[in-house]
């Protein structure tokens, strides 16, 4: 059966269980390759993940070891909420996947996971002030940004409970002198998140490096833009964005198909 990997649809018109796991693995594994290519990946330091359809708290994660340039659709582990593979394959980095996990366990809807070590994003990160509204997207994100203070490597049960507190009802967060965070109600949510996140941090960087005091709109500027900012939070906004740079991996490099 054909399936169009942008609309999820399969030939017919019917969505098999198995046509949108195929669908799954294509997204994430592209998202793997897109970040890989903007060198936003760190070693093998940083994940990605996604819920499988089914409703029986499947995911997909990258294997131990293996770098953002080498996932494709077809090498991404099936794991249990535990982080188990499912049959035989590969282990999970069971440190990275503890974050994704917490975050799945409190948040139903959410599809798909993604933290970065970014050098922007974690400089922003150890800024005591955090994301500051320096462009039009730092300025929708007002409110909804997350900060989790450092409490050392991993999230032992204890700072699990709070990392959630902190996490409240936002889909982007700060690990404080660590990382950054999103997740979705899609693939291409969390994607369009983290990179709009990504290029604020970016932004923000820069334009504190001209050692010279920023131009930030006032309040009510931010409030009024918050309110008329329809796309932010918008799913078809998100898989418009998400879709083009699909169609651009495609022509420059497919084989994260495989």
Same mark, same amino acid.
């Given at each position: 059966?054909?399936? @169009? ?8 018109? #019917?969505?098999?269980?198995? =046509? ?10 592209? *998202? ?8 936003m @990946? ?38 249990d ?8 394959g ?11 996990r ?9 599809? *798909?996971?993604m ?12 800024? &005591? ?14 409110g &909804?940004? =997350? ?13 699990? &409970? ?13 690990? %404080? ?29 820069? =334009?504190q490096?001209? *050692?010279?005091?920023? =131009? ?17 939070g918008? #799913? ?5 964005g ?5 169609? #651009?991996? @495609? ?5 994260? %198909?495989?």
């Open positions: 059966m054909e399936f @169009d990997t942008m609309t999820g649809i399969g030939e017919g018109g #019917q969505n098999t269980l198995a =046509a949108l796991e195929r669908h799954t693995r294509l997204q994430l594994a592209a *998202c793997y390759r897109l970040f890989a290519r903007r060198e @990946d760190d070693l093998i330091f940083t994940h990605l993940s996604a819920r499988l359809p089914g409703g029986d708290n499947r995911f997909l994660f990258i294997p131990f070891g293996m770098l953002f340039e080498e996932v494709t659709a077809s090498n991404l582990l099936d794991v909420i535990e982080g188990k593979t499912v049959g035989d590969a282990s999970v980095n069971p440190a990275g996947w503890i974050v994704h917490v975050v799945y366990e409190a948040v139903p809807e959410a599809q *798909c996971v933290h970065l070590h970014t050098v922007t994003g974690t400089a922003v990160s150890a800024q &005591k002030q955090g994301l500051l509204p320096v462009n039009q997207f730092g300025i929708t994100f007002s &909804k940004v =997350a900060y989790h203070d450092y409490d050392g490597p991993g999230l032992r049960p204890e700072e699990q &409970k709070t990392f959630i507190v902190n996490l409240s009802d936002k889909r982007i967060m700060f690990l %404080r002198n660590h990382g950054t965070l999103t997740h979705g109600r899609s693939i291409a949510e969390a994607f369009i998140l983290m990179h709009n996140l990504e290029r604020t941090c970016e932004i923000q960087i820069a =334009a490096s001209g *050692c010279r005091e920023l =131009a930030l709109p006032p309040a009510d500027i931010i409030e009024r833009t918050v309110e008329i900012a329809q796309g932010v918008d #799913q078809h906004f998100n898989e418009v998400f879709n083009a740079l699909l169609r #651009q991996l @495609d022509r420059i490099d497919s084989s994260y %198909r495989a």
